[in-house]
């Protein structure tokens, strides 16, 4: 424990469960000394967030907020800014969301409403949690934010269909937002994990045998786990990663360098 992460304030989102890439990022976190909160969609989500935070020791105020409505999200970073005394250091984008029926069979069967929901759910998202964070940060000196992406952002996965579309203007908006936002001193990183067993994975046909083909022609000939991507977020979220600004890491047991297989 290095308490790297020692009086800085970081509003964790998307956590839902212990499998959760969100949760994982906030252990991290709290085990180098950062204070946390936490967003959640609904009673559901904050029920299962609040029982894993007493599980865990851990004491943070959950917030609901649904991140597509600008009201909610305006009302979320007033209340994280009134827990924190007005300044936030960090951010975890851990959300995405597509119809179950979008990912299955063609990419071009992709409904109109079912483009716009994961789009908006999965890469607007971040747009307007970092403008509402914005201020917070500016307050702090500077802040980072990460989010999630995947490898279907760049190729073609099966079954991933438009939340692939979804994650590439994900990555997109990352460099985007690093440039607006850098000259004040705030980050915007991304990381690509390799398939974890999450919630939402299970949603994507084919997902187990997608897990297994990564583990054996990866170079590290195995499957990665989520507290190794919570602890890639950990290091994107502290001054350790100071001078990176709209990358996009992997942490996939080197899976993305891999040729044809």
Not at 43 to 71: H, M, Q, W, Y
Not at 124 to 153: E, F, H, K, Q, W
Not at 172 to 200: C, H, M, W
Request: proline share 2%.
């Amino acid at each position: 424990m290095s308490n790297v992460m020692d009086g800085r304030c970081v509003l964790v989102t998307g956590a839902r469960n212990r499998w959760s890439i969100g949760w994982h990022a906030a252990v991290s976190l709290h085990r180098e000394g950062a204070s946390l909160a936490f967003s959640v969609y609904g009673e559901r989500e904050e029920g299962g967030v609040r029982k894993l935070l007493e599980e865990a020791g851990i004491s943070a105020p959950i917030f609901r907020c649904n991140a597509t409505d600008d009201d909610q999200v305006r009302e979320l970073f007033a209340r994280a800014g009134e827990h924190f005394g007005g300044k936030l250091h960090g951010i975890v984008h851990s959300m995405a969301f597509a119809n179950r029926d979008e990912l299955a069979g063609e990419y071009a069967a992709t409904s109109r409403e079912g483009f716009d929901l994961a789009l908006e759910s999965s890469a607007y998202t971040l747009v307007t949690l970092c403008r509402a964070g914005r201020p917070l940060m500016n307050a702090a000196g500077g802040g980072s934010v990460v989010t999630l992406t995947y490898i279907g952002a760049e190729r073609v996965v099966p079954n991933y269909n438009v939340m692939g579309v979804a994650k590439a203007a994900l990555e997109a908006s990352v460099r985007y937002l690093a440039q607006d936002l850098g000259k004040e001193n705030i980050r915007v990183n991304a990381v690509s994990a390799g398939p974890i067993k999450t919630l939402a994975a299970a949603g994507i046909t084919g997902f187990d045998a997608m897990r297994k083909q990564v583990a054996e022609v990866s170079p590290l000939k195995r499957a990665v786990e989520a507290d190794e991507v919570g602890d890639t977020i950990l290091f994107l979220l502290c001054p350790w990663s100071r001078g990176m600004t709209g990358e996009t890491i992997y942490v996939d047991g080197g899976y993305h360098i891999v040729g044809m297989v």
